[in-house]
């Protein structure tokens, strides 16, 4: 089975451009989550989307937005890029086996590159 | 205050040894989950092993195995016979189960940095 993918891998874009980077989880997945990653923050919680609702949210201005597809695919969007969203931006999808029961598999991440 | 707490910013273990990772969490809930990753340099994140709260036994995954401390709140992680591949950055990360059951995102921890020497 194929595991979760992200594209692109690697993007540089310059200061109030807008991206978009795609995730497409595990066939089954229902789940998709996205994090932001930086060596000053650590790893945070972006959005979490499940049967094309967003389900949660965390704690990131306006300017990041996300949304998934009918195939579970995921999309999420930052617009007027600022020299501090340079991260790897990490999608996870997730399998509920049962209750208290699951895991979450991450894809190989974008590396975002803000100039 | 932080919800995932992993004490130690770097680690070295000498190959065939075993090494323990720290982490100790912080949650009112009582259904909840916790994880551990590792992070190679390529950066991505690979699922080692999973702890549901109500699970009684300690989870294992091969060399992996977590040591569940319910009441410390501790779920340390436990790689045996380490190898060099085993180099790479460790996360422990939680699941809240705030909508009553496994949904919620997770919550990291900093990270432990562990080397193993040849």
């Known amino acids: 089975k194929a595991g979760v993918t992200q594209t692109p891998r690697y993007l540089i874009k310059t200061r109030g451009q807008q991206v978009t980077l795609s995730c497409s989880p595990i066939?089954?997945?229902?789940?998709v989550s996205w994090y932001q990653q930086t060596p000053g923050q650590g790893l945070q919680f972006l959005f979490e989307?499940?049967?094309?609702?967003?389900?949660n949210k965390g704690n990131f201005p306006g300017r990041f937005s996300g949304r998934q597809f009918s195939n579970s695919r995921s999309e999420m969007n930052v617009s007027t890029l600022e020299l501090g969203d340079s991260a790897l931006y990490l999608c996870?999808?997730?399998?509920?086996?049962?209750?208290?029961?699951?895991?979450?598999?991450f894809g190989p991440g974008t590396r975002l590159l803000v100039l | 205050a932080q919800k995932i707490t992993q004490t130690q910013p770097g680690m070295f273990v000498q190959e065939k040894e075993a090494v323990t990772l720290d982490c100790t969490y912080d949650?009112?809930?009582?259904?909840?989950?916790l994880f551990w990753y590792k992070q190679p340099s390529s950066g991505e994140m690979i699922f080692l092993i999973y702890?549901?709260?109500?699970?009684?036994q300690n989870a294992t995954e091969g060399r992996y195995s977590l040591n569940f401390q319910k009441a410390r709140k501790s779920a340390n992680l436990v790689i045996s016979a380490s190898q060099l591949g085993d180099s790479a950055m460790y996360f422990c990360?939680?699941?809240?189960?705030?909508?009553?059951?496994?949904?919620?995102?997770?919550?990291f921890g900093k990270g432990t940095k562990l080397s193993v020497k040849p």
């Open positions: 989307y499940f049967s094309e609702t967003q389900r």
């Open positions: 996870a999808s997730s399998l509920v086996r049962g209750p208290g029961q699951e895991t979450q598999y």
């Open positions: 990360a939680m699941r809240e189960g705030r909508y009553g059951g496994s949904q919620g995102n997770l919550i």
């Open positions: 949650t009112s809930d009582q259904s909840y989950g």
């Open positions: 066939s089954g997945h229902r789940s």
């Open positions: 702890q549901g709260s109500y699970d009684e």
